[in-house]
């Protein structure tokens, strides 16, 4: 009897630490699970916080990327009137054009101007070069001036600022529009604009030609004004002997004699007006 007893209490016991041990088990998996959870959260919480600003950038450079470029705006047959039409002959900055000058100046450039920059021409290299020859003439030809009134009173000669600006800018832009109408009677499909780009970077050398010829001394004007007229005339050569390849030898002579012709004339207006009193110290 005690036996039995003895056994059932066992027996109860043991179904308890079962219970107990299956309650334990649940409770430690439910911990276990819940940290998992709080392990994944958190991962995700991190992976979303190292991932978010990265996703942002490259959602903003596809929005970029796939926003429709706006049609160009149709100014109409007078839109050569309007500022506009002359904006996209701006899209350059001082790199552009220092580096573009540069090339102009050095005789022994490789590459094509011309071609490579006939998709962006610019007026703003030209007109600042342009802008630049006129002060330096008037400013040259008064110190000419001044040395040659040996001592005398000197007055600033202020022709020489609307001169030089006449010389310039009808040079500069007179000279490719020019061009652009013979080659467009020859079937060139060149455009005035990329002509003016052409010619303008082309008067960059007198730059510092016109410097050098403060130098009192005719010898030399003339050998630094002839140095410098040989590069312009051999750059522009050099750019636009691939347009001239399919035309017959006269045309090829015409358009190689305005170039040269007009760079010539150039010449001597410089040298016979702005610079005629140096001979004095020879």
């Keep these: 009897m005690d036996f039995q007893q003895d056994y059932e209490e066992q027996q109860n ?14 409770d430690n998996t439910d911990i276990t699970d819940f940290g998992n ?12 916080f190292v991932a ?16 429709p470029q706006q049609p160009q705006k149709n100014l109409g047959f007078f839109g050569f009137l309007q500022v506009e039409f002359y904006q996209q002959y701006f899209n350059v900055d001082t790199e552009d054009v220092m580096n573009r ?31 630049s020859l006129v002060f330096i003439m008037a ?14 009173s000197f007055r600033f000669d202020y022709s020489f600022v609307p001169f030089a600006a006449l010389l310039i ?30 010619y303008g970077y082309s008067m960059a050398i007198y730059i510092p030609i016109i410097v050098l010829c403060i130098i009192p001394f005719d010898w030399s004007q003339w050998l630094f004004l002839a140095v ?8 522009m050569f050099k750019n636009l002997k691939s347009e001239f390849a399919s035309y017959e030898q006269n045309k090829k002579y015409l358009m190689y004699g305005i170039i040269a012709g007009v760079q010539v004339l150039f010449l001597l207006f410089l040298k016979m007006y702005f610079f005629a009193n140096f001979e004095a110290y020879d």
């Design 13 to 26: 016991d043991n179904h308890l630490n079962e219970q107990l041990n299956k309650q334990q088990g649940l």
């Design 37 to 48: 959870v709080n392990n994944h959260y958190e991962q995700q919480n991190e992976h979303n």
């Design 52 to 67: 978010e600003p990265n996703q942002q950038y490259e959602s903003t450079q596809n929005k970029k990327s796939q926003q």
């Design 101 to 131: 000058c540069k090339l102009a100046i050095n005789p022994l450039s490789s590459g094509d101007f011309f071609a490579n920059n006939r998709e962006n021409p610019d007026l703003w290299g030209p007109l600042w070069i342009y802008t």
């Design 139 to 152: 400013s040259v030809g008064n110190i000419q001036g001044y040395f040659s009134s040996e001592g005398s």
């Design 169 to 198: 800018y009808l040079i500069g832009f007179g000279t490719p529009i020019l061009m652009g109408i013979v080659m467009k009677c020859f079937g060139n499909q060149v455009t005035a604009f990329e002509l003016i780009c052409l």
């Design 228 to 235: 410098g007229t040989g590069i312009s005339i051999h750059f």
